[in-house]
T-cell receptor
Framework: AQKITQTQPGMFVQEKEAVTLDCTYD???????LFWYKQPSSGEMIFLIY??????QNATEGRYSLNFQKARKSANLVISASQLGDSAMYFC???????????????FGRGTSLIVHP | KAGVTQTPRYLIKTRGQQVTLSCSPI?????VSWYQQTPGQGLQFLFE???????NKGNFPGRFSGRQFSNSRSEMNVSTLELGDSALYLC????????????FGSGTQLSVL
């Protein structure tokens, strides 16, 4: 079963508008972390934002915020005031902190392609 | 501070050959992990190394192997290449295994003909 689901293969947004990229996850581990990465055409994965399962407030990093709804198991990324340079693939990932064997390996979703129009 | 460096950037090989990919982590980082990215399978975990020891291995055949050196640099090797091994191979580093943030390189694009 997929642990991370990104249902939007592609999204379009106009420059300066806000956009929400969806991510739902599945885990029975009470302690986990959720991440978003950006992958431009250059290939490098760029860390954007992190949310711990016990964090009370939604994480924010500049124009990025994570809308964390624990009961619904969703961790949507909100990008405010989109810029042309935001055009890229966006990946949601989850790391279960205390699985058997102590693995810290994140599981990635399939990604959402975001295109920002001028 | 230099980022994660992966070499070479592009590789073209033929079936049956072997290939070695290199990853130099950010200075001071001790944990290195490798991922295979394909359009069909997405990002799949290959290996994790910490202090020269393989800590985790993904679900890949034995043709995929790796190692980490005392300076934390890592290499991965794929023997007897198959067409399906064509992919972007990404390396990521962090100071410690529990670090929240992984720093990725730009990857090595491997094409198997």
């Amino acid at each position: 079963a997929q642990k991370i689901t990104q249902t939007q293969p592609g999204m379009f947004v106009q420059e300066k508008e806000a956009v929400t990229l969806d991510c739902t996850y599945d885990t029975s581990d009470p302690s986990y972390g959720l991440f978003w990465y950006k992958q431009p055409s250059s290939g490098e994965m760029i860390f954007l934002i992190y949310q711990g399962s016990y964090d009370q407030q939604n994480a924010t990093e500049g124009r990025y915020s994570l809308n964390f709804q624990k009961a619904r198991k969703s961790a949507n990324l909100v990008i405010s005031a989109s810029q042309l340079g935001d055009s890229a693939m966006y990946f949601c990932a989850m790391r279960e902190v205390s699985p058997p064997g102590g693995s810290y390996i994140p599981t990635f979703g399939r990604g959402t392609s975001l295109i920002v129009h001028p | 501070k230099a980022g994660v460096t992966q070499t070479p950037r592009y590789l073209i090989k033929t079936r049956g050959q072997q290939v070695t990919l290199s990853c130099s982590p950010i200075s001071g980082h001790r944990s290195v992990s490798w991922y295979q990215q394909t359009p069909g399978q997405g990002l799949q975990f290959l290996f994790e190394y910490f202090s020269e020891t393989q800590r985790n291995k993904g679900n890949f055949p034995g043709r995929f192997s790796g190692r980490q050196f005392s300076n934390s640099r890592s290499e991965m090797n794929v023997s007897t290449l198959e067409l399906g091994d064509s992919a972007l191979y990404l390396c990521a580093s962090s100071f410690d295994r529990e670090d929240e943030k992984l720093f990725f390189g730009s990857g090595t694009q491997l094409s198997v003909l």
